[in-house]
């Protein structure tokens, strides 16, 4: 394989054919097809988001197509969103007499619904959310799981609350989710609060997650807006409060989308292909019989057999390779799918009553005792999460740089992401994005008393911003 | 609520707001909204089904945008679906170079990847699905559920293989696991192979299932299509057999959508609401707490929160209804959402240690020795299926008539399904559908041993056939 730090490109494209992931040879720009492989690894980083939303949120479905009349409500909403929207004009042989929007996002077409689903203040909040395939006519350059015409795995979740203070509150909420997530994948991420100029179209403002990619560019991987009025005055949403006046709800909408496998794979994998922790990975255990000769074979595949159903029992993801290969080609063949563990047995354990285990993390090969066996995958996966979550934040933080002029921030975003003072103030910000060609991510969320003098301006208290080069 | 058997629509679409199950007031036409409650049902019924697939097929996903070239490739097929296509013509301000269709069905996505996927018959056989939305610009009336333009649920399985036999098989195990599916729903069904004009468009022959609706109509709620090599060879996909010589694939693809919802809320449902076999009901027991008065008060909602904890950690789906309303209030809005179990606890029932169950399916409440309460609830719901299955199966059976003229069959056609002899030829079939607008389901794939006189031409090998009218 290409190296990871090297040409991140070409590794990125290589891994995701050959770890069959996404193919890329579907006949459209920007459409992409999901490998069983890679639609299994899918649907256990979704499980696990579902999971977490599910604590305090419900599951709907909304429409994929939205009529223009709704789509064309939100001023701004629209503008941020006009030249990137598919139009369906026609149905069979007919001009339709109502154009219909592929959803990009689904604001337009849930608002509208909750007009109807909210009377009063008991019916509030709702805390609802999706998961879906969304659409941009992106003419930029597309790439698989990351800059796409059709987003097919969008997460998002819409609420509805009585009052500015009980959005406040869901924000800060959904960044604790959003925290939690990334933090069970393993994914290392900033917390900004995005320029006012860079917010979602039709929001207040914007708390953006940010990752960082093996060339040093940034991925945005998570958003959450705080919508305030603005949509609840364009649909007409408001209820009745305790004191009987119509008041009007208060909203927040946020987003996850298939750049979080994109990340999951950018961020762990290495020069022997995919790294995944036990959590997400859709086999946690490769079961490799070593087989020299027919002599101890059957006995071997029986030992191999009982061990698949002690783990499958436990609830454990394991798969048994007992294909006619050679041991090297399926160590090869799992290890670039991220199989965090690796059970070989073979005629020699068998005698010793142990079992080898290989680390997919790097660490030297080890033994244990047949009866220990399943304290000692769960130890190992823990031992293995941990050093993927370690290896990813010192990568992370090793490449964060804290910078007092522009010519040091033109060298720090070689390696990553700046770190700045910046006084938030639009004029300054505009002068650090035109001179550099780069992105503010934000005022960092979490260092929010951190304060030094403006990169710009010098202006004495100003607060903790991230630039970087962004995807 | 109305009549389910006197007025079927009234009664359907009052269920499906009462019980919020689709919200119908989207702004488009033939669009709905999937409400909480109904989302949670049509993830226990497609968790189930894929589980079912999940045997030995693998999960997918394709884009859902077909560009023009591959989706008028196959003409039998285009003819099928080209006046019901949704076009998208326009990204951002401008015409799309390439007009791109909304998938009607995702064959012209596939195939032209199944061709990249196969060389040798080493990769045969392909068994893959996905579950997606899929779209129809249906000019009929259409009906949440049931005839849709977005259909939001569509499982589709497509399957490559090496020979006609090998697709055989395949069509077999396809049927074989369709009716575990519904039997596991109970939801009755009839087995046919549809008339040749009526197949999928490309396919070789098609083998459907088909529920019968309280208004006599039948519903098609399952789909199975043998393509023999007919988009084998429009996309040119072959396999290098073991002789090294290029043959052409053989392929089947077999589809369910959420008609089968549809056919589980009609089916079972009463004038009291839905009924759900406890297999798939997003809540298996409700818990309600009788307080009389604030003296015991504490003392049964202790006990009501520690039977949840119970039946939780045993994965039952339960829900505590600790809210301030009065018990028949409560039974109501459970019954209504189809509740197959509950257990009411009151004073009374703490000092004799007992609960009182309750039974959806109408029998008599009965109590039992509360630590004898999850034996007894496990055993209710088996009671509960195979009473649901038996009424279901026992209404089903009751309104399919044999019949031997015509007279007859218009008829039996007014309570259900008319069971006649035909002999296979077009000239009978279509003398029988235009004399009285009807449709053949087609020839019984049950009854292949059964003869007698065809209905029309008194030839006397004839088959067992089904006619209805259809939704």
Request: negative net charge.
């Amino acid at each position: 394989m290409s190296g990871k730090e090297e040409n991140f490109s070409e590794w990125y494209n290589e891994i995701l054919q050959s770890a069959e992931i996404m193919d890329v040879r579907y006949p459209v720009k920007g459409l992409y097809v999901w490998y069983p492989f890679g639609f299994s690894l899918r649907r256990q980083v979704y499980d696990f988001l579902r999971s977490l939303l599910d604590r305090d949120h419900k599951e709907t479905l909304f429409p994929m197509l939205v009529p223009e009349q709704e789509f064309m409500k939100e001023a701004e909403h629209i503008k941020g969103f006009e030249n990137e929207v598919y139009w369906v004009t026609k149905g069979g042989m007919n001009e339709l007499d109502v154009p219909l929007v592929l959803r990009p996002t689904s604001e337009t077409a849930i608002y509208p619904i909750f007009k109807l689903w909210i009377r009063s203040h008991a019916d509030l909040p709702i805390r609802i959310y999706q998961i879906v395939n969304t659409f941009r006519h992106e003419t930029k350059h597309t790439r698989p799981l990351i800059r796409l015409r059709e987003i097919t795995s969008f997460k998002e979740a819409h609420t509805a609350h009585a009052t500015w203070e009980d959005a406040e509150k869901q924000v800060k909420d959904a960044v604790s989710l959003y925290k939690e997530f990334f933090t069970m994948l393993a994914i290392p991420f900033l917390i900004t609060r995005r320029p006012d100029w860079d917010k979602f179209p039709g929001a207040e403002y914007t708390i953006a997650f940010d990752t960082l990619m093996p060339d040093g560019r940034t991925l945005q991987i998570g958003t959450i807006h705080n919508l305030g009025e603005n949509f609840a005055h364009t649909f007409d949403i408001r209820y009745e409060d305790p004191e009987g006046k119509q008041q009007f709800i208060n909203q927040t909408c946020y987003g996850i989308s298939e750049r979080c496998i994109a990340a999951l794979i950018s961020v762990h994998g290495d020069d022997k292909g995919l790294v995944l922790p036990p959590a997400v990975a859709p086999h946690q255990v490769v079961i490799v019989p070593i087989v020299f000769s027919d002599k101890r074979k059957e006995e071997v595949l029986d030992a191999a057999c009982t061990l698949r159903r002690l783990l499958e029992d436990e609830g454990i993801r394991v798969v048994l390779d007992d294909r006619d290969e050679r041991p090297g080609a399926k160590y090869y063949h799992w290890e670039h799918r991220g199989v965090p563990l690796r059970v070989e047995i073979g005629p020699k354990d068998l005698d010793e009553g142990v079992y080898t285990l290989a680390r997919r993390d790097g660490r030297p090969k080890s033994k244990i005792e047949s009866d220990k066996i399943l304290d000692g995958i769960k130890e190992a996966f823990e031992e293995i999460t941990e050093s993927i979550q370690q290896a990813a934040e010192k990568s992370f933080r090793s490449r964060i740089t804290g910078c007092s002029t522009l010519e040091e921030v033109e060298t720090a975003l070689k390696r990553g992401v700046a770190r700045i003072y910046w006084c938030g103030n639009p004029e300054c910000g505009h002068e650090i994005e035109d001179q550099l060609d780069l992105s503010i991510l934000g005022l960092s969320e979490e260092e929010k008393e951190d304060r030094g003098p403006c990169i710009i301006c010098s202006k004495s208290d100003a607060r903790v911003s991230y630039l970087a080069r962004t995807f």
